[in-house]
């Protein structure tokens, strides 16, 4: 099994480019074990910054949205921080990849959602930004 953990090196913040180099190559069939975190921007941390993991805390202050200092996209960026890519051995422009999902575990016990005015399904029905954070009880598999 490969590892990928979320360290700055390994992790994008805010968009999808073909040129960012890879962080591991795979063949097909192989198992990868990808650590991840939350998509949030620094206000988006819980207020107890007791809870934030300080691997999260340091890949915060590395990253800088929309690029590593040496590229910045052009346009907007999302709030995503992204693990990889991971290259696959043999896979060409247009070949459709089967990525199957083994398990998902919180790596963190809280979380949080917003509502972003003006965007969404209802966008006229949320206009004003709100965000709550949530704690996550792994033994129940709740966020209250």
């Given at each position: 099994?490969i590892?990928?953990k979320?360290?700055?090196?390994?992790?994008?913040?805010g968009y999808?480019?073909?040129?960012?180099?890879p962080?591991?190559?795979i063949?097909?069939?192989e198992t990868?074990?990808?650590?991840t975190?939350?998509?949030?921007?620094?206000?988006d941390?819980p207020p107890?910054?007791?809870?934030?993991?300080?691997d999260?805390?340091?890949?915060?202050?590395a990253l800088t949205?929309?690029g590593d200092?040496?590229?910045?996209v052009?346009g907007?960026v999302?709030?995503?921080?992204?693990?990889?890519?991971i290259y696959v051995?043999?896979?060409?422009p247009?070949?459709?990849?089967?990525?199957?999902?083994?398990?998902?575990?919180?790596?963190?016990d809280?979380g949080?959602a917003?509502?972003?005015?003006?965007?969404g399904?209802?966008?006229?029905?949320?206009?004003?930004?709100?965000?709550i954070?949530?704690?996550?009880?792994?033994?129940k598999?709740?966020a209250?």
């Open positions: 099994m590892e990928v979320a360290t700055p090196e390994n992790l994008f913040w999808f480019d073909a040129d960012t180099p962080v591991a190559e063949n097909s069939g990868v074990m990808l650590h975190l939350t998509a949030c921007f620094p206000e941390l107890d910054s007791s809870l934030v993991t300080d999260h805390k340091a890949a915060m202050e949205p929309g200092g040496s590229k910045v052009a907007p999302g709030p995503h921080v992204m693990t990889g890519p051995n043999g896979a060409e247009g070949d459709t990849l089967q990525v199957d999902i083994l398990e998902a575990e919180p790596r963190q809280w949080f917003a509502i972003l005015p003006m965007l399904t209802l966008p006229e029905e949320f206009t004003d930004y709100e965000r954070h949530l704690m996550i009880d792994r033994v598999g709740v209250t």
